[in-house]
């Protein structure tokens, strides 16, 4: 095929259709005024690796209110993926804590939590509402200035 640009959503969901070995060489990601957060829950007794992750990007609008939100969620499902039913539910609120983690609570039965020998699926999708809202107070913290 030779080398070509693929956004990470569609790569993330063709990856283990592709029938030809491939390599990434390099990710680019633009420059933006938006701001992120990463939240993960490592497991101690398997080797730190996380059990759920939560990475939060938006960007707000005139009013300060959240204009678009991409939500990634990775490690509680078999592959990582965005939680479209979640940045809708947030779109148009402003980034707070408390909002993000009660509607992430509202919205849990999305996923499906895969069962390992690290955490069973079931505690997997039960700590996502505690990392959405670890992921917004960073963003709050962001919007503060930081350090604080």
């Known amino acids: 095929i030779g080398p070509y640009e693929v956004a990470m959503e569609d790569f993330l969901s063709s990856r ?6 491939w390599l990434i060489t390099r990710i680019t990601v633009p420059a933006t005024k938006r701001l992120s957060a990463h939240e993960r829950l490592p497991m101690r007794k398997a080797g730190d690796y996380p059990c759920a992750i939560v990475s939060v990007s938006v960007e707000l609008d005139d ?5 678009d939100i991409r939500i990634g969620v990775g490690a509680v499902e078999a592959v990582a993926r965005r939680w479209h039913g979640l940045e809708r539910a947030l779109a148009g609120y402003p980034p707070l804590p408390e909002i993000a983690e009660q509607a992430a609570r509202d919205l849990i039965g999305d996923f ?7 955490a069973p699926g ?6 996502l509402p505690v990392l959405v809202r670890r992921a917004f107070a960073r963003l709050q913290n962001d919007l503060r200035g930081g350090d604080q």
Do not use: K, N
Not at 63 to 67: E, V
Not at 122 to 127: G, H, L, P
């Open 63 to 67: 009013a300060g209110l959240i204009g």
């Open 112 to 118: 499906t939590g895969r069962d390992a020998v690290d």
């Open 16 to 21: 283990s259709a592709c029938s030809q070995p």
């Open 122 to 127: 079931w505690y997997r999708t039960s700590v």
